[in-house]
């Protein structure tokens, strides 16, 4: 219950395609789903979240899509930029009493040139 | 502001020396997050404070690790003793919780740790 399902691992687009990446949870306690970007020796990096309240939300070319009856959500990277080559952790906080994120195992993203 | 700052950035140690390794949370911030990242297990939570105070220890792996928090500004993670095993990127993070916000935990830049 206490999971992040994550896939894919890694994903390779060109640039201008879309980028998916999609995570699924058990736990119907969670109550917040942020996203967090990953270069290669620096920390992770808030990128975009959401609550359950809302299906869909938008910050320029990333758009988090989620589904509180399939208990998924999910990433999508439009017009995918060579900069966007990055490992992607989606993760799922718990109610504000405990304060506690878990972490999908990360999505290995390329863009091609 | 400087960030979540961590120290030293890399560490090779032998196994059964004691590791330490150092961080400092963002001025203000009253949570502060250990976490452990391999290729295995991804992204752990080990153990997090709160104004100091440990709440949740239910992600340290075992009794050679203990983490303190002295004051608002610095904490430790300790290995004592160490094993390759325990061989990992960890990262610090801090947050400010405020009422209504959004949840963003600000990860510093890590410590690789390499027991040989």
């Known amino acids: 219950q206490q999971q992040v399902k994550q896939s894919p691992q890694s994903l390779i687009v060109q640039k201008g395609g879309i980028s998916i990446i999609n995570c699924a949870y058990e736990?119907?306690?969670?109550?917040?789903f942020p996203w967090y970007q990953q270069f290669p020796g620096k920390g992770p990096a808030l990128l975009i979240a959401i609550r359950p309240d809302v299906s869909e939300k938008k910050e320029g070319r990333f758009t988090i899509s989620f589904n509180k009856s399939a208990k998924q959500f999910s990433l999508h990277i439009m017009d995918s930029q060579p900069g966007d080559s990055a490992t992607y952790f989606c993760a799922a906080s718990y109610p504000s009493g405990t304060y506690k994120y878990i972490f999908g195992t990360g999505t290995r993203l390329k863009v091609l040139a | 502001d400087a960030g979540v700052i961590q120290s030293p950035r890399h560490e090779v140690t032998e196994m059964g020396q004691e590791v330490t390794l150092r961080c400092k949370p963002i001025s203000g911030h009253d949570y502060l997050f250990w976490y452990r990242q391999t290729m295995m297990r991804g992204l752990e939570l080990l153990i997090y404070?709160?104004?100091?105070?440990?709440?949740?220890d239910s992600g340290m792996p075992e009794d050679r690790f203990s983490a303190k928090m002295p004051n608002a500004s610095f904490s430790t993670l300790k290995i004592q003793p160490s094993e390759p095993r325990d061989s990992a990127v960890y990262f610090c993070?801090?947050?400010?919780?405020?009422?209504?916000?959004?949840?963003?935990?600000?990860f510093g830049p890590g410590t690789r740790l390499t027991v040989l």
């Open positions: 736990n119907t306690a969670f109550d917040y």
């Open positions: 404070f709160n104004n100091n105070v440990p709440i949740d």
């Open positions: 993070a801090s947050s400010l919780r405020l009422a209504g916000s959004t949840d963003t935990q600000y």
